[in-house]
């Protein structure tokens, strides 16, 4: 229990960070570093994440193909990545973004350790996914929705991402008071996100009912 509370404290921390000042200016969340890799790998990655993040349950869900390209965006440690890319085989493909160079140093090093040829990793920048158009199959954020700024322009790029009948999956906190995840005020609301990515072009195909503290939506390009 003691690391599944040290898990809980630091998500909170990190989302309390909303804005650092910095003389007259402020930092927002989305530029906050994490330069300790080794103390966020112990975070992202603990054991008793599994207990309420349900990993494999969730990449079960998504009922992804051998040969898919699934782009995860803040993909952190790669956490998700990996799995995606031991479901898609070897003509699939895995892209962990992330827009800490740390992470994606840890994930590419990982992907080497593991023997997975279909993960890469990749940085990006704060404000675009970067991704070919037309070019992904599906594209997967967890907990990482309420860190994008200027959201309607940044998934109108994703959209334009996706192939014919491509996916975007978000997994996300409900916005109350939780055992895990950031305080309430921090968090994006379902009846928020919906409507965000309806007006990026998207709309709703499947919510899953799996998760006890997040929501789980699919999204399809209208």
Known sequence: MRNYRLLCL???IFSLVGCFK????????SQVRFDDIDVWVRIFEDPERAEWQRPDEVVAAMALSEGDVVVDIGAGTGYFTRRFA???G??????GLDIE???????NREALKLGLDNYVARTIPTDNPGLDSGSVDVVFLCNTYHHITNREE???R???SLKKDGRLVI???????LPVGPPPDHKMAKETVIPEIHSAGFELVKSHDLLEYQYFLEFKVQ
Request: positive net charge; charged residues 30%.
């Open 10 to 12: 630091l998500l909170v």
């Open 22 to 29: 910095n003389g007259e200016h402020e930092t927002p969340a």
């Open 86 to 88: 031991r479901v898609v």
């Open 90 to 95: 070897s003509s699939g493909l895995a892209i």
């Open 101 to 107: 160079d740390s992470m994606v140093r840890h994930m």
């Open 154 to 156: 940044y998934f109108r």
């Open 158 to 160: 994703v959209a334009k």
């Open 171 to 177: 997994v996300d906190f409900y916005k109350r008071e």
